[in-house]
């Protein structure tokens, strides 16, 4: 992946200091892919729900009176796009992070309990930060679903974007920009994971080694005694 060069945007209460080239907009066959896979579901005052059939991979902007479609097709480890409103999609200004949905116990998620996990500029380095999608509706940003490389990358697992991003925040792993923030936690190798087998590589093997000095100790013990 070619990252982009970070781009200084307006200071806003948490708002993004870096901002990436983004994908081309949704194209009408785009829009179509995404309104053809939305089934209704369940209807609850006069209200119909809707829900994904499958995964997506790109969708329209939402707004804050969209939370209810958002709510129904967003999911743990998608990357989303953001950007501010005052900004016009040619002026390639979109920032990205990746999606923690979070609902209180038996209760249907809202846009308070659905994180972005993106990074923000902090002490001359990026510093991975959480808003939730409430916040940012509130600050005047639009939000979409752009999974685009999942067409030629593996996804991980929703367990292993979670372990990613907080391999990230706990060893303040440096990224170049938010691009590089997502493809390490949706597409990336699973440090943490190698880290263990690494570990347990070495565990097992200094186990064999002293087991091997032991033995051979043994037998010498065994020789002189005779």
């Known amino acids: 992946m070619v990252l982009a060069t970070e781009i200084m945007l307006p200071p806003r209460r948490n708002s993004f200091n870096g901002a990436d080239s983004p994908p081309k907009s949704p194209t009408k066959s785009n829009w179509w892919f995404f309104t053809s ?7 609850y005052g006069g209200s119909t729900h ?3 059939t499958q995964k997506l991979r790109e969708s329209k902007w939402f707004n804050q009176d969209e939370e209810r479609l958002y709510c129904a097709v967003i999911e743990t480890g998608f990357i989303v796009e953001i950007m501010h409103h005052e900004q016009h999609n040619e002026e390639n200004k979109s920032h990205y992070g990746v ?10 998620p809202t846009a308070n309990d659905i994180f972005v996990y993106t990074v923000n500029k902090c002490e001359n380095r990026l510093k991975v930060i959480k808003v939730s999608t409430k916040e ?32 990230a925040i706990k060893h303040k ?6 691009l590089h923030f997502v493809d390490f936690c949706r597409y990336g190798e699973q ?28 037998e010498k013990s065994h020789s002189f005694s005779k």
């Open 173 to 178: 792993t440096v990224f170049h920009n938010s």
């Open 136 to 167: 940012l509706w509130e600050q005047n940003y639009k939000i979409r679903i752009n999974n685009l490389n999942d067409k030629h990358k593996k996804t991980n697992s929703e367990k292993e974007i979670k372990s990613q991003i907080n391999y």
């Open 50 to 52: 809707t829900v994904a």
């Open 37 to 43: 896979k939305l089934k209704s579901a369940t209807t």
């Open 99 to 108: 999606v923690s949905v979070e609902p209180k116990k038996n209760k249907k």
């Open 191 to 218: 440090l943490e994971e190698r880290k263990r087998q690494v570990s347990e590589s070495v565990k097992w093997g200094s186990v064999g080694m002293n087991a091997g000095i032991f033995l051979l100790t043994r």
